[in-house]
């Protein structure tokens, strides 16, 4: 069940792939007037009947709000559910309230995030169990609600389908060659989302300092947004940055193409609930990475592999002679072990195992 603002257009599209899966979907439209955040509170309140019934009509025994909204309605709901015997299984997925301090504006001390801390603080103190993706988010809210609710904490894992995401030699020499790029050339690839906390002039700039000794080296840019990057990419880099608003499907194809993949985040509080899913996709094609630390539990995993060069920030201090032992090193990297890690940490197998493991557990 979705409360969102999405057109007809774009249900149906979320319907179709959900069908696909012998998945129910239902969609209920959040109000925007006279302003987004009446509109959104509005919606709570509605959306609680709504929640209400639809739990009677199909006797849900399990429910799992997924951040803060969705949890004002389960708040709202907490008596009738306890008589109901419906087991709350609160989705604290990321920060989502630390992640809009920190990109969006919103004010920490300001009316709205108190409403909505107390509102996750409460559902978190409830719930009969807790999921997160990474141990230290686990770590940040038991400080806030305290140790008292660890046996009720989970982490399990972002997954992604194996048999999609893998090395295609094929896909890897037709795209090679389309790019003018000999086997010898290397091939930098960004997917997804593009602005500010994805550091964008940083990788650009980056790119531009090994493209200097690397002149054929090309640096490809996956994203839906590629309005962001106008006038950001550097002329002299103009024939060297290829941006693309490539579908889905063509995601794994130009990964087989790329000989390095990036993840990077400025840093920031809420960084420690995220857990990169794009670095499950480059690892499961075989790509070695550059990645932030700081990163939810990015570091921990990553800080003592071959295939994975960790940075805390982008600059003119970069390009040290560790990083240039590093890159320098990456052809002799073996890509089937790579994707041997990739196998065993972001899996879908993986992840359904981890909330199997969560949902079966007594506590």
């Known amino acids: 069940m979705q409360f969102s603002w999405a057109d007809p257009k774009e249900v149906q599209r979320i319907s179709a792939l959900a069908d696909s899966f012998d998945i129910s979907y239902v969609q209920y439209p959040i109000h925007r007037k006279p302003i987004a955040a009446i509109g959104a509170i509005w919606s709570v309140y509605q959306g609680v009947f709504y929640l209400k019934k639809y739990i009677q009509e199909h006797q849900i025994q399990i429910l799992m709000p997924r951040s803060t909204m969705p949890a004002m309605m389960v708040n709202r709901l907490w008596g009738w559910l306890r008589k109901q015997s419906v087991s709350v299984v609160f989705d604290a997925d990321g920060l989502p309230l630390e992640e809009r301090v920190d990109y969006a504006g919103l004010d920490p001390s300001g009316r709205q995030y108190l409403l909505l801390k107390k509102e996750e603080e409460k559902i978190l103190r409830k719930a009969d169990k807790v999921i997160t993706r990474s141990q230290k988010s686990i770590a940040i809210h038991l400080e806030k609600i305290g140790m008292a609710h660890q046996r009720k904490f989970f982490k399990v894992g972002n997954g992604r389908d194996t048999r999609f995401f893998k090395p295609d030699s094929e896909s890897r020499e037709r795209i090679r060659k389309g ?135 982008v600059g003119d201090g970069l390009i040290t002679p560790q990083f240039q032992e590093w890159i320098g090193g990456l052809a002799k990297l073996d890509r089937g072990k790579i994707r041997e890690f990739g196998l065993e940490n972001f899996s879908l197998e993986q992840s359904v195992g981890s909330y199997l493991r969560m949902l079966n557990e007594e506590l």
Not at 209 to 233: A, C
Not at 255 to 266: E, F, N, P, Q
């Open 179 to 313: 790019f003018g790029l000999s086997d010898e050339d290397m091939l930098w690839v960004y997917t997804g989302t593009v602005g500010p906390q994805y550091m964008v002039e940083e990788m650009l700039g980056l790119f531009e300092r090994f493209h200097q000794n690397s002149p054929k080296s090309k640096f490809l840019i996956l994203t839906r947004n590629t309005d962001f990057l106008k006038g950001k990419i550097p002329g002299i880099l103009s024939d060297s940055v290829i941006v693309q608003n490539g579908s889905y499907k063509e995601i794994p194809y130009y990964l087989s193409a790329a000989d390095l993949g990036l993840s990077l985040r400025k840093a920031a509080i809420s960084l420690a609930g995220i857990a990169p899913i794009k670095l499950g996709e480059y690892l499961l094609c075989g790509l070695p990475v550059i990645a932030s630390s700081g990163v939810g539990d990015t570091e921990e995993m990553l800080k003592d592999k071959d295939f994975c060069f960790l940075i805390g920030s």
